[in-house]
């Protein structure tokens, strides 16, 4: 699967860290930014982890 045009939904259960969702992410948003990713965790820091990592990723200061 490579970057489409496509409004791709994928599901991510459970994002932990969130290694997996940056990886969705960057296979289902392309540059139309149609893609995407709905997580779920029980854990709030899980939470906190994964929401660090992809604001660090995906928008980098
Ligand atoms: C192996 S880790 C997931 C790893 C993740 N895919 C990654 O890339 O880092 C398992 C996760 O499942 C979550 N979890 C376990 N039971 C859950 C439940 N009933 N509902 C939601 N999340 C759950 C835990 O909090 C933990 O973060």
Known sequence: ???TSWNIRV??????NGY?????VKRVADESARG???AIDIRN??????SSLL???????
């Open 11 to 16: 599901s991510d259960a459970t994002f932990g």
């Open 55 to 61: 604001e660090d990723s995906l928008n980098p200061q």
């Open 20 to 24: 997996d969702t940056l990886a969705m």
């Open 36 to 38: 995407c990713v709905y």
């Open 45 to 50: 820091d899980a939470l906190e982890n994964t």
């Open 1 to 3: 699967m490579g970057s």
